[in-house]
């Protein structure tokens, strides 16, 4: 389902619709992940309930409450047209399948069978190029975010978006409150991305039980594909161009 940012493209025939864009993002992660990867976790902050880092192996879960560590991996052709493009696992085993019927859309359940439990929805939304998520768990709650605002205090870009000129000005640390149905704060989730940190691209934040681990994978994976967006369609300032 495409659809488009609010901001100003490169030439048409060199930037492809946003919603079209993100699918790819996640179609070469899932290419060229191996099936049995290994699993380097780093250190967590304190005060953190939720959190996970990108790596060339794929997307690591270093901490969620009643879990051991995690990796998201692709599922595999072997899964078939209707089966999930994800698979959780920890220790080899799968702890959650997620589906990406459309861009934009995640939906996750208890394992790669179509029929297992739901266990919720993650939809991603962009005001003027800056991603926001809502989260609808199987419970029947509903939360959300706002955008991802820059806490750094870095003079470039008030929010994680696509409004930047070079990749350097991706860099930094954004925050977005989670917000309950009536609107009350309950959690946060955050991004930092820097190449002088553990890893390049950590996530992590302290999130609500219902959207913590899949969901909040499903979540971290939307926001690490729009960050691939992000960073393709930026002017890189090691390459001149």
């Known amino acids: 389902m495409p659809r488009t940012r609010n901001t100003t493209p490169p030439a048409p025939h ?9 699918g790819l993002a996640l179609f070469a ?12 976790t780093i250190p967590v902050e304190r005060g953190v309930d939720f959190a996970a880092h990108a790596d060339h192996n794929g997307l690591v879960i270093d901490t969620m409450p009643g879990a051991s560590p995690a990796i998201l991996v692709p599922a595999g052709w072997s899964s078939g047209p209707h089966g999930p493009r994800f698979l959780l696992k920890a220790h080899d ?15 996750v359940r208890q394992s ?34 706002a955008e991802f605002d820059r806490i750094d205090g870095r003079v470039v870009t008030a929010a994680l978006s696509s409004n930047v000129q070079t990749n350097l000005d991706v860099r930094g640390v954004y925050r977005a409150d989670v917000h309950n149905a009536s609107g009350a704060p309950v959690g946060w989730l955050r991004v930092q991305i820097s190449p002088y940190q553990a890893a390049s691209r950590i996530y992590d934040g302290d999130v609500p039980p219902p959207l913590n681990g899949p969901l909040a994978t499903a979540a971290v994976a939307m926001i ?9 369609h930026a002017s890189n300032v090691y390459l001149g161009n």
């Open 14 to 22: 060199v930037l492809a619709p946003v919603g079209v864009r993100t």
């Open 29 to 40: 992660l899932a290419i060229t992940t191996g099936c049995a990867p290994r699993m380097h």
């Open 93 to 107: 085993q799968t702890i959650a399948a997620l589906w990406f019927p459309r861009a934009g859309k995640m939906v």
């Open 112 to 145: 790669a069978d179509p029929t297992s439990a739901l266990i919720g929805e993650v939809d991603a939304t962009w005001n003027r190029g800056a991603i926001q998520l809502a989260f609808k768990p199987a419970d029947g709650s509903v939360y959300q975010t």
């Open 224 to 232: 690490d594909a729009d960050v691939d967006y992000i960073e393709d």
